[in-house]
């Protein structure tokens, strides 16, 4: 069955660090690919997408490619600031699925001053 | 991006009582509404998927009478958990969609802290 699998957290960086998270995917088929953040006490919000491979999602200065070849959709940001502090997560929609997604375990963020 | 508010954010309540967990589309029409539960450290779980005017779908391991998913209208689906006990803390979280469609974007409520104690 499809499955997302992210690494684990926290990553603690220093503010204007390089930031990477990584993202691989099993999944049949042709899924879409989605990271969504948490910040303290809110909701999930979408931050990027791509729904077809080589496609490159982008948001807020994060940024992610859509690698089929290698199964993985990894979140970078090249200057990380202290309100990116969040919980990431990792998501597909596989391509028979009436929007139902399965995740990743999440990943926290903490950036320091 | 439209609004989805989940109301309460944390509730505590004493074992063997029920609990109420409202999520409401506050400026669109949402047709398709699921329920996530996340435990700590852990993944959002799809515990069902509801369709206005119909009986909610359960995952597989989902108890359907101690989860009871109420969709009555386009802008509020209610998740309550009856009779509820320390395992049933958790994280729980809606999400909603509007029209029909894969590529339909569903928006997420702010989440519901419960502890049962």
């Known amino acids: 069955g499809n499955s997302v699998t992210q690494m684990e957290g926290p990553v603690t960086l220093s503010e204007e660090a390089f930031l990477t998270i990584n993202c691989t995917y099993t999944?049949?088929?042709?899924?879409?690919l989605f990271w969504y953040v948490q910040y303290p006490g809110e909701g999930l919000q979408l931050l990027l997408k791509?729904?077809?491979a080589d496609d490159k999602g982008s948001n807020k200065g994060f940024e992610a490619t859509y690698r089929k070849e290698t199964t993985s959709f990894h979140l970078e940001k090249g200057s990380v600031q202290v309100s990116d502090s969040a919980v990431y997560f990792c998501a597909l929609k596989g391509s028979d699925s009436n929007y139902q997604l399965i995740w990743g375990a999440g990943t926290k963020l903490i950036i320091k001053p | 991006g439209a609004v989805v508010s989940q109301h309460p954010s944390r509730v505590i309540c004493k074992s063997g009582t029920s609990v109420k967990i409202e999520c409401r589309s506050l400026?669109?029409?949402?047709?398709?509404m699921f329920w996530y539960r996340q435990f700590p450290k852990q993944s959002l779980m799809l515990m069902a998927t509801?369709?206005?005017?119909?009986?909610?779908?359960?995952e597989q391991g989902v108890e359907k009478d101690k989860f009871l998913i109420n969709h009555a209208s386009l802008t509020l689906s209610t998740l309550t958990v009856t009779s509820a006990h320390p395992e049933d803390s958790s994280f729980y979280i809606c999400?909603?969609?509007?029209?029909?469609?894969?590529?339909?974007?569903?928006?997420f409520g702010q989440g519901t802290r419960l502890t049962v104690v």
């Open positions: 999944a049949t088929g042709y899924p879409s």
């Open positions: 400026d669109f029409q949402a047709t398709t």
């Open positions: 509801s369709n206005e005017g119909s009986k909610a779908t359960y």
């Open positions: 791509a729904t077809k």
């Open positions: 999400s909603a969609r509007g029209k029909t469609g894969r590529n339909t974007e569903a928006f």
